[in-house]
């Protein structure tokens, strides 16, 4: 089993769609959660952390499930540029320090 | 402005020959990590420091090597060992502390076998 499943998609949506991504980690003991978006041909930026009590910032929320070991990424009111690859990022424990282990990355495509 | 600098952008190889990544970083952080990602594919770890003169390999290490003789920089050298060196080559760099701590990219190296 991966340490980070994503499904890859793609979502295809009509501009003002709301959409949501799941991603499962496999590490129970890991502490922190993010959600990276990647263009193509360019390199990951961090869209959100993701904290316990679950958070947003516009029409971005993200939510996180220790229970379940799965974080989620709902997008409200989609735009064109809301199309690109989605990756969940989980920091796994790495002796004193923890590494951010990757998702394949969830593709959306808004179309008009 | 503080940042990531990866050099260079794009890179021809010819089989048998090793080359260098360049990878700076002017934010003070401790960690840096070199990452491959292939078409479709997500980030898989190469290698990973948490301080000067220390580094680890990580989960697709063979046929790569790198050294960390200055906090500021990580390069990362592709050997002819590598079987399937084209890829996209990202380094990133975190504080290394605490739990919540995101990663910081550059933008990235386009390396081609020819």
């Known amino acids: 089993r991966k340490e980070v499943e994503q499904d890859p998609g793609p979502f295809n949506v009509p501009e003002g769609a709301t959409v949501a991504f799941n991603c499962t980690y496999s590490?129970?003991?890991?502490?922190?959660f993010f959600w990276y978006r990647q263009d193509c041909r360019k390199e990951p930026k961090l869209l959100m952390s993701?904290?316990?009590s679950g958070n947003e910032d516009g029409r971005f929320t993200a939510q996180l499930n220790r229970a379940s070991q799965y974080i989620s990424l709902l997008i409200r009111d989609s735009k064109l540029s809301d199309s690109a690859t989605y990756l969940c990022?989980?920091?796994?424990?790495?002796?004193?320090?923890?590494?951010?282990?990757f998702g394949r990355g969830t593709s959306l495509i808004v179309h008009p | 402005d503080g940042g990531i600098t990866q050099s260079p952008k794009y890179l021809f190889r010819k089989e048998g020959q090793n080359v260098t990544l360049s990878c700076e970083q002017n934010?003070?952080?401790?960690?840096m990590y070199w990452y491959r990602q292939d078409p479709g594919q997500g980030l898989r770890l190469i290698y990973y420091?948490?301080?000067?003169?220390?580094?680890q390999k990580g989960d697709i290490a063979e046929g790569y090597s790198v050294s960390r003789e200055k906090k500021e920089s990580f390069p990362l050298t592709v050997t002819s060992a590598q079987k399937n060196p084209t890829a996209f080559y990202l380094c990133?760099?975190?504080?290394?502390?605490?739990?919540?701590?995101?990663?910081?990219f550059g933008q990235g190296t386009r390396l081609t076998v020819v």
């Open positions: 590490n129970s003991a890991s502490q922190s």
């Open positions: 990133a760099s975190s504080t290394g502390q605490g739990t919540n701590t995101e990663a910081f």
């Open positions: 990022v989980v920091n796994k424990r790495a002796g004193g320090s923890y590494i951010p282990t």
């Open positions: 420091s948490q301080i000067v003169n220390d580094f």
């Open positions: 934010l003070n952080h401790d960690a």
């Open positions: 993701v904290y316990s």
